[in-house]
């Protein structure tokens, strides 16, 4: 089995050979091929700009793979600001020995990823580092977005009264993750949610629904979106526990080992702050993605500086979301 | 079964509030403010995260007592863990939380950042495939728990004893909730007049263990399951037992709610194991209740060879370390002081921060106050704006 050797990132005709026949095979464009020190990128007005590392174990799992991650993740990251993914740059940290079947697998499935979004990878770097200095492949991936409409996203956006809106069942990347170590060895049909949510973000856009802030939740789950939406926008954020949407198999691997779903990542759900009027509009198109998308609760402006997430419990008693803290632990018994 | 089945009866939020209201109606005629230690820790998570003391009426309070065996860890104890794992040579493999409890040389989850071989693990035996995995190694678990935890560890060394493994070793800590709970009634001070008895340890020892504290000390007891509605029942049933009891004039009762798992006698396969592997240590110092005798276990001299205590005897400590003078988690686990009653509670003391293990544990209570009740108690009085 052909495997990924120091020489491989040495700069020479190995590493030439690497890049043209699975690089640039895969991720083709005018841009990239064009093999200059930089991409030249043709845009207009104002760009968003991010970037992101992805590590991941195990580096394949139900429903993606760390290439996956590492396309979706970025894009969604520009997408949340309402902007058009359209450049990235790819760099690989590969540990010498892993195998390049298995390095194929993940570069197919980030062109596959990319084209859901139309974004381009422009430019990119590979280093391969002595086997156990990393486990497997590290992928950063960083991103440009244009934007083509006049609405302007922010955490700091949200008004008394908007409606809290989460796009699809919870937890499922961290669940499946978690399922899927060894630690752990549970069997399940659990998918993680990896996806990109540009698709949905340009319909809210092309209907003209007015947005006040949206963010994946990734690690730290909607507990860590939610607080810091309370701290950014000076607002209390009241959420009913019974509208939050948990499928079952989450639920099963939070009641095993004392997690809460709030608190484990996604990677292809968002969480909405849109006016109450836009509410029914909002909900009209995530339904057309997600069965399961939710109004979760309000925001509401707090005279006594109260910034807090409130979770009410569905026989009438409230308790504070606080935000996840220190490694994911189960309890002892 | 659909899972849903297997716990949502005991979150059902007609049956919550049905028993609210008929603990409400009830507790009216108690003919002294009802103080309930909840011994475990769990249960002190369930009130809180659940929101139950918004449910109940002003005269029905709780008291979280000494049962969370991340809690009780002496800082000696863990700075043993720290300095087996720092051995050459070594694994150090333990439950969940035990890696974030601070001793006086930080934590393992320190130590294993500053290169000590230190594995949390899900299942303890996993520490039989760590040790056949790493036969140059010296595989030693640091066992933590309860009578929950303690038959794992029991089968755990019969295995590893019938294998003939030879560089597997137990650090064993395991220690009793009735000896906890003496040490915390003897001790005078702690104004309880109500137990609740946690259910996952009768499931093993039976709920004979809790019989004494009825008949002694003149208290209801009832063993309680973990759910929100476990727990509303089981004040019900307290709240009722204390009313039967002043108005007969009898010896209050010990009563089990949660009975489908718990009998009088419990899992007697599991005790038998217990039985067999360990026998009582003289005297345990537990953290903020100090010495008491026979209230945990140490292998049997039939299984010495595994025993890291005899085995490392020369690299361990057993010098009693106190915990810092400004953290009360001695008073709270006696039952004497509230977390939030702490100075340094969630100013000082943080779970990212911890200065006291009862901060640290997910079973600990200043955990449990930080992360549900929150640092202002007057916006839980907020009306909700939920507008749906």
Redesign the interface.
Known sequence: MQQIQLSHGGGGQEMNTLIKDLFFHHFENEILLKTEDAAILPTTGKIAFTTDSFTVSPLFFAGGDIGKLAIAGTVNDLAMMGAKPEYLSCSFMIEEGFSYADLKTIVQSMQKELAISGAKIVCGDTKVVPRGTLDGVFINTTGVGSFYHSQTLSVSAIED?DAIIVSRDIGCHGSCILMARD??KLNSNLHSDCATLWPIVEMLLEKNITLRTLRDATRGGISAVLNEWCIASKV?I?I?ET?IPVS?EV??LC?L??FEAYDLANEGTMILAVP?SELAATLAVLKQFSATAS?I??A?H?N?G?H?V?L?????????L?LP???L????? | MDLKELYQTFRDPLIMKALAKKINTKAKQLPYPLKVMEVCGGHTHTIMKYGLMQLLPDNIEFIHGPGCPVCIMPKERIDQAIDLAMLPNTILVTLGDMIRVPGSKGTLAQCRARGGDVRPIYDPMDTLLIAKENPTKSVIYFAIGFETTTPMTAVLVQIADQQKLCNFYVHCNHVLVPPAINAVMSDGRAKINAFIGPSHVSVITGAKIYQHIADKYKLPVVVAGFEPVDVMQSILMLVELSIATDQHDVTPEMLIQYSRAVTLEGNLIAQSKINEVFELRDVFRWRGLGDIANSALKLREKYARFDAELIFKTHLSTKPIDDHKACQCGDILRGLAKPNQCKVFAKNCTPTQPMGSCMVSSEGACNAYFRYLGLNNNALNKQPNTQK
């Open positions: 009264g630690a752990l209390q009241d009913n509208d079952d639920q099963g009641e080992y004392g109450q109004h609760g309000n509401c707090d006594e109260n807090k409130i009410h419990s569905p026989w009438g008693s409230r308790r504070y606080e803290q220190g490694e632990l189960p309890r002892i018994c």
